[in-house]
């Protein structure tokens, strides 16, 4: 019973959830694109960003109460725990926005494989656009740094989602190079993801040529077994006559 709670639970909340995760990118992402923001609008973002993460704690702690196991949801949902366990550290509250995706993989389950990719690539593009600001805000204002515009952050989280790394724009902060090996995994995974797709495509591809020769041959076989039939039919009857 719990569980058919928590799927109704769940069914109900990803929609508003989900315009929160994206509300919060917002705020997230204004006073990084306009640092010279008023002061009303930097407390607005502000009180957007606390809002959303006491909502997805609200949205946690319901869920886990309506847990038959809760220790096995946790760890299936540790992403969830991690966007609440690091509110305070700026770099990386961009990973409360990162919890949409997780809203959507809700239903991941009934996704086809050509869905899955998309999902994915479409998790890389937000996780890309969400580095490129944290790498911004980690990386703007300090000495020696070189991705001082949001133009350089979205090239270094391009060239590094996709494994390519020119390494004309590089993080010189601890907290741009965290956010750069997350991205560096994302990336790695993604690549996983599609390759694994391919490989199973082919496979069923080739299990269904198979499967359907040896159909063809099922058939064969019956029809040269009733045309046989037929010939001893034909033959039994020529005897009879003659």
């Known amino acids: 019973m719990s569980d058919h709670r928590l799927i109704d639970w769940e069914r109900r909340t990803s929609g508003p959830l989900l315009v929160a995760a994206l509300a919060f990118l917002g705020a997230y992402a204004w006073p990084i694109l306009q640092p010279q923001l008023s002061r009303a609008a930097q407390t607005t973002c502000s009180i957007v960003s606390w809002t959303v993460w006491l909502l997805f704690a609200a949205d946690l702690f319901v869920r886990l109460a309506m847990s038959e196991d809760r220790w096995r ?12 366990a690091v509110p305070m550290l700026r770099p990386l509250r ?26 994915v ?3 890389v593009v937000v996780v890309g656009l969400v580095a490129a600001l944290a790498v911004l805000d980690a990386e ?13 952050a979205l090239w270094w989280a391009a060239t590094t989602v996709t494994t390519v790394g020119y390494g004309d724009q590089f993080p010189t902060t601890p907290e741009g190079r965290f956010v750069g090996a997350g991205l560096m995994l994302t990336g790695i995974a993604l690549l996983g993801v599609i390759t694994a797709s391919l490989a199973s495509w082919f496979v069923e591809r080739v299990a269904e040529v198979q499967a359907a020769e040896e159909r063809t041959g099922e058939g064969v076989s019956d029809l040269a077994a009733e045309l046989r039939a037929l010939r001893a039919e034909l033959t039994a009857l020529r005897q009879e006559q003659s």
Not at 103 to 119: E, T
Not at 140 to 152: C, L
Request: hydrophobic letters at 50%; aromatic letters at 10%.
């Open 94 to 119: 961009a990973l409360r926005a990162v919890v949409a995706l997780n809203i959507i993989g809700r239903r991941g389950q009934s996704f086809v494989r050509g869905r899955v990719v998309a999902y």
């Open 73 to 84: 949801y946790l760890r299936r949902n540790w992403l969830d725990v991690i966007t609440l």
């Open 140 to 152: 703007r204002g300090h000495q020696g740094a070189n991705i001082t515009t949001f133009g350089d």
């Open 121 to 123: 690539a479409a998790a």
